[in-house]
């Protein structure tokens, strides 16, 4: 079955650290990529995505690279700002089919 | 637009009452989802309904009843829960998947429930 792994949390920085969180994944066929964020009592929103081999996804400063001879995706950021701080969710999902896999999700604390 | 609404924000219930949760989308998806969230943990899926019908049900205990009475409109009716389904309840919305491209799904704030 498909599964989403992220690195462990929770995340510490100070303002303007640069910011990875690592993610791989398991899937059958040729799946989508996505990394979601969910800041404190809210709901998730879609930070970006990317649909086939070396697409790069990008918005308000993060990117991630859809790596498919490491089965990777991660999430990158040149310098993170306080208002960052959130929970990021990395999630694939199958071509055919409405089903999203999620990983368990990376706190990141941003420090002034 | 990419605005994916829910009513109401809070909710507490008690293990007897009747209660609703609603979700409305105006972005023209066919997709509407339901998603459980616990604290600290990613969205569990619910129910999916495509083109209004019921095409995903992850064997949700029957005190959960969805209905999509039209394209924009997603209920959850809620009846005799127990404490443990306390949760940040999660309404999605996505175009219909065609074969080769994977939309993405736009998610609601959520409606945040208590049962006592």
């Known amino acids: 079955g498909n599964s989403v792994t992220q690195m462990e949390g929770p995340v510490t920085l100070s303002e303007e650290a640069f910011l990875t969180i690592n993610c791989t994944y398991t899937?059958?066929?040729?799946?989508?990529l996505f990394w979601y964020v969910q800041y404190p009592g809210e709901g998730l929103q879609l930070l970006l995505k990317a649909t086939k081999a070396d697409d790069k996804g990008s918005n308000k400063g993060f990117e991630a690279t859809y790596r498919k001879e490491t089965t990777s995706f991660h999430l990158e950021k040149g310098s993170v700002q306080v208002s960052d701080s959130a929970v990021y969710f990395c999630?694939?999902?199958?071509?055919?089919?409405?089903?999203?896999?999620f990983g368990e999700g990376t706190q990141l604390t941003v420090n002034p | 637009d990419t605005e994916v609404t829910q009513t109401p924000k809070h909710l507490v219930m008690g293990m007897t009452n009747k209660k609703s949760l609603k979700c409305e989308q105006h972005?023209?998806?066919?997709?509407m989802y339901w998603y459980k969230q616990k604290a600290k943990k990613p969205p569990e899926l619910m129910f999916v309904?495509?083109?209004?019908?019921?095409?995903i049900n992850e064997s949700v205990p029957s005190r959960f009843s969805p209905e999509c009475p039209n394209s924009s409109l997603l209920n959850l009716h809620l009846h005799a829960l127990q404490p443990e389904d306390s949760a940040l309840y999660l309404c999605?919305?996505?175009?219909?998947?065609?074969?080769?491209?994977?939309?993405?799904?736009?998610f609601g704030p959520g409606t945040r429930l208590t049962v006592t």
């Open positions: 999630a694939l999902k199958e071509t055919s089919g409405s089903r999203l896999t």
């Open positions: 899937a059958t066929g040729y799946p989508s």
């Open positions: 972005m023209g998806h066919r997709a």
């Open positions: 999605a919305s996505s175009q219909v998947d065609l074969i080769a491209y994977s939309y993405e799904q736009y």
């Open positions: 309904y495509s083109y209004e019908k019921l095409s």
